[in-house]
């Protein structure tokens, strides 16, 4: 079946333009996060939804970043105001509902949007 | 200091040689260890996953845990050049699935035929 997607696979912007990154995750996942992977840093947690819940905001690193979840599907994350330190690879992850067999809450990695700020 | 410590390497090592990943971490309410594995302009894949100390294995690979010293292991039998990759660790306090990982930086590992 299709795994996770994410759109666009690379973006190019100018510093202080607005950017939108997109994920779909695999049906049937209650759980979405997303991550931050910069040069040397590893992954850093931004955001995670799960099912109705509020979502948990703690990993945004300012209130330039933004992100929503419509209808329990597709998420959307917003960086306003681009700076160059905002260039990175952004991961998006999904997992199904716990006892859902398997590894249960496994997260399944999209490909990443590589954003560069210039 | 960084809640999980890892090597960023590179390591390389020749074709058939056991390969040894460690991490430590310093929170002691770590309870489930995973490694994943990521292929250049690729996302993470679950490689192997563990909860609390001990040790998993599967096939060439096994993981293990130490929780007394907070150290984690990865360890690849007979490696081959399809192993070149970047190895991260991970973790998380609850069953993941409720709770976000807390990443290493990645291990870069390539294996020389």
């Known amino acids: 079946g299709a795994g996770v997607s994410q759109s666009p696979s690379n973006k190019v912007t100018e510093k202080g333009k607005d950017v939108e990154l997109r994920c779909d995750p695999i049906?049937?996942?209650?759980?979405l996060y997303w991550y931050r992977q910069s040069l040397g840093q590893g992954l850093e947690f931004l955001i995670y939804?799960?099912?109705?819940?509020?979502?948990?905001k703690s990993g945004l690193p300012s209130d330039r970043f933004s992100a929503e979840r419509t209808g329990g599907s597709v998420s959307t994350l917003t960086i306003q105001r681009t700076q160059q330190e905002d260039s990175a690879v952004y991961l998006c992850?999904?997992?199904?509902?716990?006892?859902?067999?398997?590894?249960?809450?496994?997260?399944?990695f999209g490909p990443g949007t590589r954003l560069t700020v210039l | 200091q960084k809640e999980v410590e890892q090597d960023p390497g590179p390591l390389s090592v020749p074709e058939g040689a056991i390969v040894s990943l460690n991490c430590t971490y310093s929170?002691?309410?770590?309870?489930?260890f995973m490694w994943y594995r990521q292929y250049s302009r690729k996302g993470p894949e679950l490689l192997m996953y563990t909860y609390s100390s001990g040790n998993k294995e599967d096939g060439r690979f096994t993981a293990q845990v130490d929780k007394s010293s907070k150290y984690i292991s990865l360890f690849i039998r007979d490696s081959q050049p399809s192993d070149s990759a970047t190895y991260l660790c991970?973790?998380?306090?609850?069953?993941?699935?409720?709770?976000?990982?807390?990443f290493g930086t990645g291990t870069r590992l390539t294996i020389i035929p």
């Open positions: 992850a999904s997992s199904p509902p716990m006892g859902a067999g398997g590894s249960g809450g496994e997260q399944f």
């Open positions: 991970a973790m998380t306090r609850s069953n993941f699935g409720n709770e976000k990982l807390t």
């Open positions: 049906s049937g996942h209650t759980a």
């Open positions: 929170n002691s309410a770590f309870q489930y």
């Open positions: 939804f799960q099912g109705n819940s509020a979502p948990d």
